[in-house]
DNA sequence: GACTGGCACTCGGACGGCGGGACTGCTAAA
DNA sequence: TTTAGCAGTCCCGCCGTCCGAGTGCCAGTC
């Protein structure tokens, strides 16, 4: 198996074996390829060179007298060399675009809608995981009082993400004022900070104990924000498998579904892409996890400001439509990283 | 098809074929169920009997020399005169109390780890909707400063749930000392008020243009919170149903996908739901929804504090285990709402 | 009159043999 | 090097058969 560039002509039936598989899931033979890709030869003479194909590991043969689908070698040659993207039309923006609410309440119902959205026009499941910042400061902080012995603490983090915690009080009977005061000390010392400096700065030796307690909460919070970078937030589309042939047999849907509705799994998959490489293809057995044999993701990173990230993509069969998906996959996340940006400034 | 009481045997047989049923998937004969579940009676006796179950429309008979299953109707008087619920054991406590995490940092948290639960514990999809209140009122509010013409309104609800919106000003560079008196004059005026009390209070004759804005915005929220817009809606264990031998059609699987994807058709059908009947269920044809023709929802509502409510439950096959199931979702509904409210206060 | 044993009958599903068709690989000729 | 032709391979759908589970009904018994 060596890596030698294919010549042009295995190029070009590499290519229409891809296309026409992908369109029909149907092993594509000598006779079809002959008469309606590449009519300059004989099918005899494309039988030959699909016999080599197989045996240099680009198409596959499932039985004898059967025709030839891609590899996943095959799909790799494919889209790094051969295929040729397709531009988002007007139509598919047109379709996109009013999906995204214009002012939507929060990031979650923002990337909800993404999912939906991407979803319906890849016709595969879709990913989305929401932005996260490497080290996230503190913007915002309050204090209200619930009863005597409970508080409700609200941090705003830079992004404008918002966490609330009910923190119960050492100190008895703290009354709003109280507590209003304590919040205007917590913001002139800590907003810009983010967990370690908080951590670190030592508070004023005359520091009632409510602060320090409070100070330790919110780096808590903090610090659970930090953790959960890459958590799973939204998917969508799992009704868009059924549909694929490929899926027919359940026990590959259920392999794929445990892997989906699995969040710790979904997360490890999105964590190990490249944040620099614009739109990322994984075919097949390339991913080692096995469940995921036989499918494909399509990935990249949406960007809401400098540091905010987030993951958005698709997974569905190794039979897919790269050049539709990566080019719409790469439209919407920057539709999503705008309207990210816009809806936390 | 009258709706008289059956007698004994008929509701002895009636049982014991929704148990075999339900346990094998397989249309019963009477012989298993003269050897197995009812040994008083010869199978021919049965046989009878079976034949005037069909008749009265208690059971189905898929072809002539089928045994025979539970119709709707036979499935409706079993679980309303027949079943015994089984008591959710100690195992089964021990299985569900660790996953119910002990200090969720939000709701949107503790209802995805219920959901996951309760897929797992019934074998079933779980659906669970976050807690809402029929006119919650104000509790807090707060402003911060994003940039000269946004400002993030932070706007807490009885029953301490958080939301947050960015609003665009009309008056330019406004500070935060500004936004922060603002606030201050906002709680003190609408602190305790609901939409509607808020909506009616006109504002001083002589306030800025500002303060009225910000007021139309947090009536807003609130309408929005009222609405139920905002509901969280979680769903768990589709894969669950793959492992059902009532779904190896894709058909079925689709149709009932397509409810559960579908946000707006799964609140469309909690809201139904009568929020005082403790555990509910819904068998088959019962739910209007052809596309859950099939289908058994069992559901019921969790209570947080007086006012709070959310609802939680399981879309399963009708041919479903529910002497189990019932008992098992009560039990984790009110360990959800002791959650909820220990959560919120 | 209620119940039961027995029997003929029905129907679905598994099994196996049988082409038809879609491909292939190979060979020989251009 | 390409191509036409041809024999061979294998999948898949079709069809008839068989088997067994289960029924309905009838006649006999308690």
Redesign the pocket.
């Known amino acids: 198996m060596d890596t030698a560039p294919l010549d042009d002509r295995k190029q070009q039936i590499l290519k229409a074996v891809v296309r026409d598989y992908t369109e029909t899931g149907v092993p594509v ?4 390829l002959a008469t309606k890709y590449l009519v300059s ?5 494309i ?2 060179e ?2 080599n194909l ?1 045996d240099i590991g680009y198409l596959l043969q499932p ?6 689908m891609p590899s996943d070698r095959g799909y790799r040659y494919y889209v790094d060399f051969l295929m040729e993207e397709e531009a988002v039309g007007a139509a598919v923006r047109r379709q996109i675009d009013p999906t995204l609410p214009a002012h939507p309440a929060s990031v979650d119902e923002l990337l909800e809608a993404a999912a939906l959205t991407l979803a319906l026009i890849t016709d595969s499941v879709s990913i989305v995981t929401g932005p996260t910042a490497p080290a996230p400061k503190l913007k915002h902080v309050d204090c209200v009082s619930l009863d005597e012995r409970h508080a409700l603490l609200m941090v705003l983090l830079e992004g404008n993400m918002l966490r609330q915690q009910v923190v119960e009080l050492s100190t008895l009977s703290t009354d709003q004022d109280t507590l209003s005061q304590l919040a205007t000390t917590l913001r002139r010392e800590l907003v810009g900070l983010d967990a370690g400096a908080i951590a670190e700065a030592a508070p004023p030796a005359d520091a009632p104990p409510l602060l320090a307690e409070m100070v330790e909460h919110i780096v808590e919070v903090l610090r659970s924000v930090q953790r959960r970078q890459d958590a799973v937030v939204v998917h969508d589309g799992v009704r868009n498998l059924l549909r694929q042939p490929e899926f027919g047999d359940h026990e590959r849907l259920q392999q794929v579904l445990d892997v989906v509705e699995e969040e710790r799994l979904l997360g490890e998959l999105l964590s190990r892409i490249d944040v620099d490489k614009g739109v990322q293809i994984v075919i097949g057995a390339e991913n080692e996890m096995a469940k995921l044999h036989g499918c494909s993701l399509v990935l990249t990173t949406y960007r809401a400001g400098r540091q905010r990230r987030g993951t958005i993509g698709v997974l569905g069969p190794t039979r897919m439509r790269y050049p539709q998906v990566a080019p719409r996959l790469r439209y919407l996340s920057q539709r999503v990283g705008q309207a990210v940006e816009r809806l936390l400034g």
């Not at 030869?41 to 003479?45: E, V, Y």
């Not at 039985?63 to 030839?68: D, K, L, Q």
């Open positions: 033979g000598s006779q079809v030869w004989s099918s005899a003479t039988r030959n699909l016999a197989v039985h004898t007298s059967a025709g030839r």
